[in-house]
């Protein structure tokens, strides 16, 4: 079967067949105030060559700084195996198997990525992706809705130290769904969830508590408290995680007595490059019985009817291809370029490998904020462990001095104000493996220089 | 032909209601809906005390084929969903009208007229069933 589009005299038997005109009328009964007609602020269309030299030119703007910023997406030596892998041309697809006898190598490689990302959280199943991080919180936030049916309430806490574009992004994906996403205080000395910020909810009807770990400031929640105190109230836990971490932090399926329920998060740590925030991927893990209401693909081994094993979609009944209006979700697909590069990265890197990164990044942020809290002027805000972000306190506006360090070719960190006003002149930064000892004094030397330039001015 | 025991009252989304003694009634999905999805292999059954409108969605059908809304032909409050669908979803292909009960249910207000079985009997012969 060729994958080809249709000619124009195939267009016109078709609509010759069933009786109508054009193509155009087919959607007539959209109202014509609904529709956009032509699209607003988008140019015309430019030749290869042409948008060859443009985006050539727009790269050459960003330059290669110096990265010290995390904030959700890391950045992590990618082996260069692979992407040679993850692009050939078997592979080289975004987009889903429906046909399971004609993709049985990419069905088996989701199936092992499935199988990586269930033993990664400890959780019993995986589906074979999601959008990205932000997205996925709002699916297993529906999610949650649906398995939880004791509760009725649709009520979700989400601690202040959850990503904010997460929060956005689920409040932007669910609200119109009646889920009611309702914030918990974090401390400001610990940069975490408030110790008693939960009492006010006790004999409360509350359908899900979602807990980042490690949270958005890089710090580690008291997980196993948060999830026994919620699981005792019938409330799920949904976790979000980041993967590297998972192979020195304990996993969320062994958080508590029980377990989280859902594990979510961003994948774009497990061989995705930073590019301007995506494409990225994310990644949804679960108990079995909640199996039937997480949403997306997933990938299951059988066997054909000469009993020799295979691989296929499973659990469709659930999915919007068939299930329609009622599906788990009908605004979720599967990142499968992505997942395919994350799938070979974690081939490669192995339990080992992955633990090795994670040390590394733990000790390079632990070696920058020695470095960077030498400086004078310069605090870190929050005590106690964190992974691999530090939130510091510095004595001059946050946004001035990072455009003094851009000019010097690097990137920082985030500043803080934006999302947390009351942290003050603050900036969250991060160091992965990718950086050297001359990297930290290099950043801390420039730190110096941009702090005692602005006091001077 | 299908199976359409003559005590029961239906509905034309493939239900059944059997009256039982104690004022509350039983509802299934008929033998000819069970036909028509194909084996099922999972069932979820509502909650007891679930209060329900008449026409609401109460339980979840799943074949190999497809996923399935059944819904409350009456209203009321549910006194017990099946528990051994959620091992055995099977029996309602092996025995719809009796063991593959989805809910127990007490019902509120008016009865609204259902089907009888000569009534269904005509639908599905209608449907091509």
């Given at each position: 079967?060729?994958f080809i589009?249709?000619?124009?005299?195939d267009?016109?038997?078709?609509?010759?067949?069933?009786?109508?005109?054009?193509?155009?009328?087919?959607?007539?009964?959209?109202?014509?105030?609904?529709?956009?007609?032509?699209?607003a602020?988008?140019p015309?269309?430019?030749s290869?060559?042409?948008?060859?030299?443009?985006?050539?030119e727009?790269?050459?703007?960003?330059?290669?700084?110096?990265?010290?910023?995390?904030?959700?997406?890391?950045?992590?030596?990618?082996?260069?195996?692979?992407?040679?892998?993850?692009?050939?041309?078997?592979?080289?697809?975004?987009?889903?198997?429906?046909?399971?006898?004609?993709?049985?190598?990419t069905?088996?490689?989701?199936?092992?990525?499935?199988?990586?990302?269930?033993?990664?959280?400890?959780?019993?199943?995986?589906?074979?992706?999601?959008?990205?991080?932000?997205?996925a919180?709002?699916?297993?936030?529906?999610?949650?809705?649906?398995?939880?049916?004791?509760?009725?309430?649709?009520?979700?806490?989400v601690?202040?130290?959850?990503?904010?574009?997460?929060?956005?992004?689920a409040?932007?994906?669910?609200?119109?769904?009646?889920?009611?996403?309702?914030?918990?205080p974090?401390?400001?000395?610990?940069g975490?969830?408030?110790?008693?910020?939960?009492?006010?909810?006790?004999?409360?009807?509350?359908?899900?508590?979602?807990i980042?770990?490690?949270?958005?400031?890089?710090?580690?929640?008291?997980?196993?408290?948060?999830c026994?105190?919620?699981?005792?109230?019938?409330?799920?836990?949904?976790?979000?995680?980041?993967?590297?971490?998972?192979a020195?932090?304990k996993?969320?399926?062994?958080?508590?007595?029980k377990?989280?329920?859902?594990?979510?998060g961003?994948?774009?740590?497990?061989?995705?490059?930073?590019?301007?925030?995506?494409?990225?991927?994310g990644?949804?893990?679960?108990r079995?019985?909640?199996?039937?209401?997480?949403?997306?693909?997933?990938?299951?081994?059988?066997?054909?009817?000469?009993?020799?094993?295979?691989?296929?979609?499973t659990?469709?009944?659930?999915?919007?291809?068939?299930?329609?209006?009622?599906?788990?979700?009908?605004?979720?697909?599967?990142?499968?370029l992505?997942?395919?590069?994350?799938t070979?990265y974690?081939?490669?890197?192995?339990?080992?490998?992955?633990e090795?990164?994670?040390?590394?990044s733990?000790?390079?942020?632990?070696?920058?904020t020695?470095a960077?809290?030498?400086?004078?002027?310069?605090?870190?805000?929050?005590?106690?462990p964190?992974?691999?972000?530090?939130?510091?306190?510095?004595?001059?506006p946050?946004?001035?001095?990072?455009?003094?360090l851009?000019?010097r070719?690097?990137?920082?960190?985030?500043?803080?104000s934006?999302?947390?006003?009351?942290?003050?002149?603050a900036?969250?930064?991060?160091?992965?493996?990718?950086?050297?000892?001359?990297?930290i004094?290099?950043?801390?030397n420039?730190?110096?220089?941009?702090?005692?330039?602005?006091?001077?001015? | 032909?299908?199976?359409?025991p003559?005590?029961?009252k239906?509905?034309?989304?493939?239900?059944?209601?059997?009256?039982?003694p104690?004022?509350?009634v039983?509802v299934?999905?008929?033998?000819?809906?069970?036909?028509?999805?194909?084996?099922?292999?999972?069932?979820?059954?509502?909650?007891?005390?679930?209060k329900?409108?008449?026409?609401?969605?109460?339980?979840?059908?799943?074949s190999?084929?497809?996923?399935?809304?059944?819904?409350?032909?009456?209203?009321?409050?549910?006194?017990?969903g099946?528990?051994?669908l959620?091992?055995?979803?099977?029996?309602?292909?092996?025995?719809?009208y009796?063991?593959?009960?989805?809910?127990?249910?007490r019902?509120?207000g008016a009865?609204?007229?259902?089907?009888?079985?000569?009534?269904?009997?005509?639908?599905?012969a209608?449907?091509?069933?």
């Amino acid at each position: 079967m060729a994958f080809i589009p249709h000619t124009r005299e195939d267009v016109e038997a078709m609509l010759a067949a069933i009786g109508v005109g054009s193509i155009e009328q087919l959607f007539d009964e959209i109202p014509a105030n609904l529709r956009l007609g032509a699209l607003a602020g988008v140019p015309e269309s430019l030749s290869e060559m042409e948008i060859g030299r443009l985006m050539a030119e727009r790269a050459r703007l960003d330059g290669r700084p110096l990265c010290f910023i995390g904030a959700g997406a890391y950045e992590h030596h990618i082996p260069a195996a692979v992407w040679a892998i993850a692009t050939r041309g078997e592979f080289y697809s975004a987009y889903t198997p429906y046909q399971a006898e004609a993709s049985q190598g990419t069905l088996q490689l989701l199936y092992e990525y499935q199988t990586m990302m269930a033993s990664l959280t400890g959780m019993d199943v995986s589906n074979a992706s999601m959008y990205d991080g932000a997205s996925a919180m709002g699916e297993a936030s529906l999610m949650a809705v649906r398995a939880n049916r004791k509760s009725h309430s649709h009520r979700i806490l989400v601690p202040s130290t959850v990503h904010p574009h997460y929060r956005k992004t689920a409040a932007a994906v669910a609200g119109n769904q009646g889920l009611v996403f309702e914030e918990l205080p974090y401390s400001m000395e610990e940069g975490r969830i408030l110790p008693g910020a939960l009492d006010r909810y006790d004999g409360q009807d509350i359908t899900a508590l979602v807990i980042q770990q490690p949270n958005f400031f890089g710090r580690l929640e008291d997980v196993d408290a948060l999830c026994d105190w919620a699981h005792a109230r019938n409330i799920l836990v949904v976790a979000v995680v980041n993967p590297t971490s998972l192979a020195l932090l304990k996993p969320p399926g062994a958080w508590g007595t029980k377990g989280a329920d859902i594990a979510i998060g961003e994948g774009q740590p497990l061989g995705v490059p930073l590019s301007s925030g995506g494409p990225y991927f994310g990644f949804m893990t679960a108990r079995m019985e909640h199996v039937r209401q997480m949403p997306g693909r997933i990938v299951g081994r059988t066997v054909d009817a000469a009993g020799r094993a295979g691989f296929t979609l499973t659990l469709q009944a659930r999915e919007q291809h068939i299930r329609r209006a009622k599906a788990t979700s009908n605004i979720c697909t599967n990142q499968g370029l992505l997942v395919t590069a994350a799938t070979v990265y974690l081939s490669l890197m192995g339990p080992g490998g992955l633990e090795r990164v994670a040390a590394a990044s733990h000790a390079r942020t632990r070696e920058l904020t020695d470095a960077l809290t030498k400086v004078p002027g310069v605090r870190r805000l929050f005590r106690g462990p964190v992974f691999h972000e530090e939130a510091l306190a510095i004595d001059r506006p946050v946004a001035p001095v990072l455009e003094s360090l851009a000019a010097r070719g690097i990137v920082g960190g985030l500043d803080l104000s934006e999302h947390y006003p009351e942290l003050g002149q603050a900036l969250l930064v991060c160091a992965t493996e990718t950086k050297t000892t001359a990297d930290i004094e290099h950043y801390a030397n420039a730190l110096t220089e941009c702090l005692r330039a602005a006091r001077a001015a | 032909m299908s199976n359409v025991p003559s005590d029961l009252k239906y509905t034309k989304s493939h239900e059944w209601v059997r009256a039982l003694p104690d004022g509350t009634v039983e509802v299934g999905i008929t033998d000819h809906a069970q036909h028509a999805l194909g084996d099922l292999v999972f069932v979820e059954v509502p909650e007891a005390r679930r209060k329900l409108a008449a026409g609401e969605p109460f339980a979840v059908v799943e074949s190999v084929k497809a996923a399935s809304d059944v819904y409350s032909p009456i209203a009321g409050e549910v006194t017990e969903g099946n528990p051994a669908l959620a091992a055995q979803p099977e029996v309602i292909n092996s025995d719809a009208y009796g063991q593959g009960w989805l809910m127990r249910l007490r019902p509120s207000g008016a009865v609204p007229a259902l089907m009888t079985a000569a009534e269904y009997q005509k639908l599905v012969a209608e449907e091509g069933g």
